[in-house]
Nanobody
């Protein structure tokens, strides 16, 4: 199983980035997995940023990103996205993609997002 994140980088406060996570090798159809984005800042615990359920596409966001971030998925491309707008310095972290099934849990290697002027 591979979850490959991309799209991270350095951006100024107020800017935008779009992260992508391409999944391959999952045992079951991609659409059956709940997909999530987590992040971990230096010295802090990993925290849930957003997730999108497998059925119906219900989404959930951390309070700190509501109204600024949007999670979406393209099941045909087996890819999940995180559109990040109005970025703040406190959004700086390594962002990880997660695929969660009934009895399985997979992680990507992470992509660095740095928000700084």
């Amino acid at each position: 199983v591979q979850l490959v994140e991309s799209g991270g980088g350095l951006v100024q406060p107020g800017g935008s980035l779009r992260l992508s996570c391409a999944a391959s090798g999952l045992p079951f159809t991609f659409s059956r997995y709940a997909m999530s984005w987590y992040r971990q800042a230096p010295g802090k615990e990993r925290e849930l940023v957003a997730d999108i359920l497998s059925a119906g596409g219900t989404t959930n966001y951390a309070d700190s990103v509501k109204g600024r971030f949007t999670i979406s998925r393209d099941n045909a491309k087996t890819t999940v996205y995180l559109q990040m707008n109005s970025l703040k310095p406190e959004d700086t972290a390594v962002y990880y993609c997660n695929a969660r099934g009934v009895l399985s849990n997979y992680w990507g290697q992470g992509t660095q997002v740095t928000v700084s002027s």
